[in-house]
């Protein structure tokens, strides 16, 4: 998809909870080779900000042998170290240090975006910061690693950078045709949840009169409920005092399917309008009407596709989002006016 890296930067501001205008004014007089420029500099500036601040420290369990008593004995493994002829304790104690796994995920995405192809000021000025994480270790990044890395609590800069090295590490890989490193397109990998969480955001932002909620569950219309059925769980709803609308963000490519035998007429992705229809069809709230629309993004053009299926309004939408901001926006409150 062709978007505007300044739209980009948008959507992760509003997807991660966090919007620097002045990031945007830097991002903005800056032309960039390649995704992984632009990204590199999303990632500098925050990390400006995070060490300008201080590396976040947390209580670290240490086990070590000292010569005197620090925190706890560990009895067992000091009785092993006496029987080698050392006189030396084992102890286990707690280290207020850096060395978390938020620092160890930034340490490492700073090494990795340092084997990239990216500016050579850019990788002057990520240079410089690693000088802060001297007391950090080197960890390997797999998917197991990265879903450990949790938010902090009220630490919208250091959230800001955790998003940004996840998005990094995931979608960074070697091109062995090129010899370098390169980051996927946008909308590639792992960035369903990103989309979703984008337009989660803006509605909760711009519709303080509303009701938004993510993450609702929706009961089976039966008299019998048990955990063979699946669970239901909206992306998206929004209620006002005449309206409950469900949405369901989806980040594909293409919102049309082609059959081989038909080539020349496109479908909506049927699997997309069963779950909608779903979702819509077990849902009863007697004082509001129900409403469901299927978001999707797109670059290109725009379609509004509109049908009341058993009496409920289904609306498969797409957004545009290469056009300017302020359109964005527009269309965004639009949509669901």
């Not at 909760?204 to 929706?218: D, S, W």
Request: aromatic fraction near 14%; glycine fraction near 4%; proline fraction near 3%.
């Amino acid at each position: 998809m062709n978007i505007p890296l300044r739209n980009i930067y948008y959507i992760l501001s509003y997807a991660w909870k966090y919007f620097k205008p002045g990031d945007l004014r830097n991002i903005d007089r800056k032309d960039f080779r390649n995704e992984v420029e632009f990204f590199a500099e999303i990632f500098d500036l925050t990390l400006t900000k995070y060490v300008k601040r201080g590396l976040c420290r947390d209580y670290i369990t240490k086990s070590d042998s000292l010569q005197s008593i620090k925190g706890k004995v560990d009895f067992n493994a000091s009785m092993k170290s006496f029987g080698t002829g050392l006189k030396q304790l084992e102890c286990i104690y707690d280290e207020y240090s850096p060395d978390n796994k938020e620092n160890q995920l930034i340490y490492a995405t700073s090494l990795a975006l340092l084997r990239a192809e990216i500016n050579p000021e850019q990788t002057k000025s990520i240079k410089k910061k690693l000088v802060h994480f001297n007391e950090v270790s080197l960890k390997l990044i797999d998917n197991t690693f990265l879903s450990s890395v949790k938010s902090i609590r009220g630490n919208h800069t250091l959230n800001f950078l955790i998003n940004i090295s996840k998005y990094i590490q995931t979608n960074l890989g070697f091109n062995d045709s090129k010899g370098n490193y390169e980051m996927n397109d946008f909308f590639q990998k792992g960035m369903g949840s990103v989309f979703e969480n984008f337009v989660f955001n803006f509605y909760l932002n711009k519709l303080p009169a509303h009701q938004v909620r993510n993450g609702e569950c929706i009961n089976w219309d039966s008299e019998q409920q048990d955990g063979f059925y699946p669970t239901m769980k909206t992306d998206i709803t929004i209620r006002n005092k005449e309206t409950l609308l469900v949405i369901v963000t989806k980040y594909y490519q293409s919102m049309v399917n082609y059959h081989y035998l038909n080539p020349t007429k496109p479908k909506f992705i049927s699997n997309n309008i069963y779950q909608l229809y779903t979702y819509l069809n077990n849902l009863n709230e007697e004082d509001r009407s129900i409403e469901g629309m299927l978001l999707y993004p797109n670059t290109t053009s725009t379609i509004r596709n509109e049908r009341y299926i058993s009496g409920k309004k289904m609306m498969i939408y797409n957004l545009n989002l290469n056009q300017d901001w302020k359109n964005i926006e527009s269309e965004m409150l639009s949509i669901i006016s």
